[in-house]
């Protein structure tokens, strides 16, 4: 199998991204394919005395300030829409970026397109629980949503959940602001008879504190609450590990107390570091396209090629236009059809 | 100052909203009017062995199931709808309920009315920040907003904080996807220049990060995305510290560690009980209307009626009525007036 990974995305980019992946090639048996300035990822590469890997050059960078869209269709030499291309062209089977999360979606979009029956695609953010991890989707990629756009995210969390995460029939909640069916806005409250009528296992109503209890294994929102709740979420645990070694510090007694329990504080640090899973993957594309966030470490980078290399050998994008082409066809539901075409 | 409870409402009323408004009336020195079924208040009171306290007698109770507005409407002798109509005939100064939120808002809207210039009363959250406290608002109230409603929450929050919270100029931000003034949904991005033009302190789009790192004192948004927010944030921090626990118990050093770093761990606790600020104040009602989380045990209690003693202390309502009235006579912004009539 052979990964396409984005080498000049990323706040750390290029070195951190060519040390997760070489580490990644190592460990998974993958072969990588190196997009980006040649001599700076060769001279990475002699430091690290590394082989089998190949570079792809590209001239251009897109950067995280650029409209992405407009930057896509003008650089057409930029490091991710090279890398992208490479999926398109049969050259490699997945594409990885660090980079701008806007560009490598734009760039999914215009070069891979998205499979039949989905209008918009997400991004899946996976967070951790108290037994392991909540899909949420979309955490950013589309801001307004239409019912049926809330719908498609549902099959698509559901069978990314089931075939990435492994749980044999995922539960799939729609967040909302109370639990009954009769809470929520307008979008959601016309989403939920879609989903029920979907064909997977709805739960129903999901409230913002089952993201975090484990609930539900895929929770469905727009792209504005998911990326509002990511981001509280993570300034949440900030908050608590700041307040935590604050009031520690006050006490000698207290501080001895944290010396001896440590290791367990560590790994609960661990627990909630998005690196160990890293990657959001960009769902409803045809094609895998997995994003990093752009502090991304080599660990991060890393991870998120195994998540691409998941979905590639899970046949995640096939099996998405299944479920999609399944709701069509079992008709009944009007609306449905109506919806997805 | 009289300050009129709702003896009835809650998971633990009468007994454990009696035992914090007997707190607040020693602590604060108030007069307290316990509304509710005589016959068990007396019971309590009794017990307690406490005076200088008038009860109300109010036959029926609203319970968290029914249909706010009908029930506010039909039980017109409910202990929230007699509490609120005390305020209304001048015999309290504010009312206090851990009972339903929706019959509370329903009841102060029906009997109090709004404040002339709001469209939509708001509950305005009081969460702990790296700092201090962040005041989001709206909570729940209203889950479709329009730009002037987030117009009007802006401008609520703002004087709640300067009022209540003692900030000199609150910094007011609009929860969006992003700080860049392009990104947000439909109705933040419109609702951007209403706020900027509103003569507040208004420091633009703030993320989900930002509530709990205190970069802003006031976070605007519409009631769907807020109590999503809220209540992820709870269940983020009741994962980490069920987490912690868990980790802890693995090794017997860590459980030594844990002993000795206690105190340093319960002072955390504290900083993030909700109890202690106690109580979401109801914004945009032209009266002082307090609600309490159903959960209130007596501390939470007495720091509602505590909030609710200070916004009649420092004329809260009066505050908001006049910075309304203020965005419309300073012309100019035409939108601006024609979004608040």
């Known amino acids: 199998m052979k990964i396409a990974v984005?080498?000049?995305?990323?706040?750390?980019?290029?070195?951190?991204?060519?040390?997760?992946?070489?580490?990644?090639?190592?460990?998974?048996?993958?072969?990588?394919?190196?997009?980006?300035?040649?001599?700076?990822?060769?001279?990475?590469?002699?430091?690290?005395?590394?082989?089998?890997?190949?570079?792809?050059?590209?001239?251009?960078?897109?950067?995280?300030g650029e409209?992405?869209?407009?930057?896509?269709?003008?650089?057409?030499?930029?490091?991710?829409?090279r890398a992208t291309r490479l999926v398109k062209e049969g050259e490699a089977d997945a594409v990885v970026s660090a980079g701008s999360t806007g560009a490598a979606m734009a760039s999914a979009l215009l070069n891979l397109g998205r499979i039949k029956g989905i209008d918009r695609p997400a991004i899946a953010?996976?967070?951790?629980?108290?037994?392991?991890?909540?899909?949420?989707?979309?955490v950013g990629a589309n801001v307004d949503?239409?019912?049926?756009?809330?719908?498609?995210?549902?099959?698509?969390?559901?069978?990314?959940?089931?075939?990435?995460?492994?749980n044999a029939d995922p539960r799939v909640g729609l967040l909302s602001n109370g639990e009954e069916d009769t809470k929520g806005?307008?979008?959601?409250?016309?989403?939920?008879p879609l989903l029920r009528g979907a064909g997977i296992n709805f739960i129903g109503n999901v409230e913002g504190r089952d993201i975090f209890e484990g609930t539900a294994d895929v929770v469905v929102c727009d792209g504005f609450a998911g990326n509002v709740v990511l981001k509280a979420g993570e300034g949440m645990a900030r908050m608590l590990l700041k307040m935590m070694k604050e009031e520690i510090s006050k006490s000698l007694l207290a501080q001895m107390g944290t010396l001896l329990a440590g290791p367990a504080l560590k790994c609960l640090q661990k627990r909630l570091d998005y690196a160990e899973y890293g990657g959001a993957p960009l769902l409803g594309v045809n094609g895998v396209s997995v994003i990093c966030h752009g502090s991304s470490k080599a660990k991060a980078v890393k991870n998120a090629i195994r998540v691409a290399r998941e979905s590639v050998d899970n046949r995640l994008v096939n099996a998405i236009s299944l479920n999609i082409e399944s709701i069509k066809t079992r008709g009944g539901c009007g609306n449905l059809a109506e919806g997805i075409d």
């Not at 869209?69 to 057409?76: D, G, L, S, T």
């Not at 953010?125 to 949420?136: D, Q, R």
């Open 6 to 64: 984005d080498a000049m995305g990323g706040d750390h980019a290029p070195r951190e991204i060519i040390i997760g992946a070489l580490q990644a090639a190592a460990e998974y048996g993958l072969e990588i394919i190196l997009v980006g300035d040649e001599a700076r990822i060769n001279a990475e590469l002699a430091a690290h005395n590394a082989g089998g890997v190949t570079v792809v050059h590209a001239t251009e960078v897109i950067s995280m």
């Open 67 to 81: 409209h992405p869209a407009i930057a896509v269709r003008r650089k057409k030499n930029s490091s991710i829409v």
């Open 145 to 166: 949503c239409k019912p049926q756009h809330l719908l498609q995210f549902g099959i698509m969390g559901y069978q990314y959940s089931s075939k990435i995460l492994g």
């Open 125 to 138: 953010g996976v967070l951790p629980n108290e037994k392991g991890y909540t899909v949420l989707l979309d």
């Open 185 to 192: 806005n307008e979008t959601t409250l016309a989403a939920l």
